[in-house]
Structure formats: C-alpha cells, structure tokens
C-alpha cells in the first residue's frame, strides 16, 4: 500500500520556539520522492522541497530543515525560531516510481501550524 | 500573470446550475490536474491531463467533466452537483507526470453547492 501518515492534526506554539512537523509514509518502491507543501488561508498549495529516495541527505533552507530517514520511513520537518507567517497547513506528499507517467501524488492529512505572538 | 491562476475563486451554485471553473498556468508546462480538496480529508487527485489527453481518471462521478484546450489551459464543467461536492478545488501543474515533475498549485475554487 502507498501511504503517507502526518499524526499531527494540530500543533499550537508561540512565536520563535522551534517546532517538527512528523510525516512517515508507506510504500513498497525502491524508488519514490517525497514533497513537502504549504498551504497559507489563501488556499494556494506552495512547493518547499522535493527529495528523492536515494539522497538521505538532511537539508537547511533559512529556519526550513528536513531530516529524512529510510529506516524509519520518516521525512520530518523543522521550522526554527517559528514566526506567525509560518501559521497554514502543512501537507507531506509521496510520489512512488512505480506510478509510472500519471503524476500520481498522495498526500497526508495535513498538520495545521498555529503559531501565535 | 505568474505560476498558476483559477477563476472564479468563490463559487455558489445551486443543484441544477451548470457553471465552470477555470485553471491557466504560464509555467509552459504540459501537465495539469484537478484535486478536490474537502474538509478533514486528504487532497483527492480526480484529473490528470498531459499534452491534452486525459492520462488519469480517478474515478470521478460524471457531473464533472473536465476539458482541456491546449497546454495551458483546463476547466472543470460542473452540472447536477450533490452538497457533497462543496469543497476546494485546485488546480496543479507539472513539466510532465513523472514521479520526479515538481506539482505547482493555484490559489484554488472554493466552491459551495445549495
């Protein structure tokens, strides 16, 4: 089966404490990538990263970081010194290899970011 | 105009209205989707369009039909809705449908159906 679990429905913090948003995803591919998107009350879905199943490489993008981890099936992101510009839903997505050519990508539920001044 | 666009982005229609929604990008993509995106559920994939022939079909009942033109542009028609069909609709873009072709999402349709 091909899923992706975000447990975190809501998380509620104070602005500047760092939070991680938790993702772990199923799936039998070898091959497959992993999304992370945000998604602002404006309603439009905003691409943040994108990371091939080979390349367990963690990455920094400003206070963005993500720690990827096989054995684990988890693809986790932390935001540092969290502003109340980073309050929206937050969804991790997975594109398995073996979908073929029909851009298929299966999304979590979703974890709603609330940080407050 | 940048990324991609939907028109209308509120819509309130009643059962037996037909109305349309519209997507453009301006990305010179070849790929375009529609998704459903209804409350406390993850965001269902119903179209997939690349080159403008329909790739993918998500078991999508038939009061939807999607059209798409040319590369840059996509419609969702809607007729004879069920409440049940309120939701967000958004559309998305890609280079291609490969696994590895980045989704670029519009600011979506809210749609609401009396």
């Known amino acids: 089966a091909q899923k992706v679990t975000q447990a975190q429905t809501e998380i509620s913090v104070v602005e500047k404490e760092d939070v991680t948003l938790d993702c772990v995803y199923e799936?039998?591919?070898?091959?497959?990538?992993l999304f992370w998107y945000k998604q602002p009350p404006s309603g439009e879905l905003v691409f943040l990263i994108r990371?091939?199943?080979?390349?367990?490489q963690n990455e920094i993008s400003g206070r963005y970081s993500w720690n990827f981890q096989k054995s684990t099936s988890s693809f986790n992101f932390t935001i540092t010194a969290s502003q109340v510009v980073d309050s929206a839903v937050y969804f991790c997505?997975?594109?398995?290899?073996?979908?073929?050519?029909?851009?298929?990508?299966?999304f979590g539920q979703g974890t709603t970011l609330q940080v407050k001044p | 105009e940048t990324g991609v666009t939907q028109t209308p982005r509120h819509l309130v229609m009643g059962m037996t209205n037909k109305k349309s929604l519209k997507c453009e990008q301006h990305?010179?993509?070849?790929?375009m989707y529609w998704y459903k995106q209804s409350a406390k559920k993850p965001l269902e994939l119903m179209f997939v369009?690349?080159?403008?022939?329909?790739?993918e079909n998500n078991s999508v009942p038939s009061r939807f039909s999607p059209e798409c033109p040319n590369s840059s542009h996509l419609f969702l028609h809607l007729h004879t809705l069920q409440p049940e069909d309120s939701a967000l609709y958004l559309c998305?873009?890609?280079?291609?449908?490969?696994?590895?072709?980045?989704?670029?999402f519009g600011p979506g349709t809210r749609l609401t159906v009396l």
């Open positions: 799936t039998r591919d070898t091959t497959y990538y």
């Open positions: 997505a997975l594109s398995p290899h073996g979908s073929g050519n029909t851009g298929k990508l299966i």
């Open positions: 369009y690349s080159l403008e022939e329909r790739v």
């Open positions: 990371r091939n199943s080979f390349d367990e």
């Open positions: 990305l010179g993509h070849n790929a």
């Open positions: 998305a873009s890609s280079q291609g449908t490969l696994p590895t072709d980045t989704q670029y």
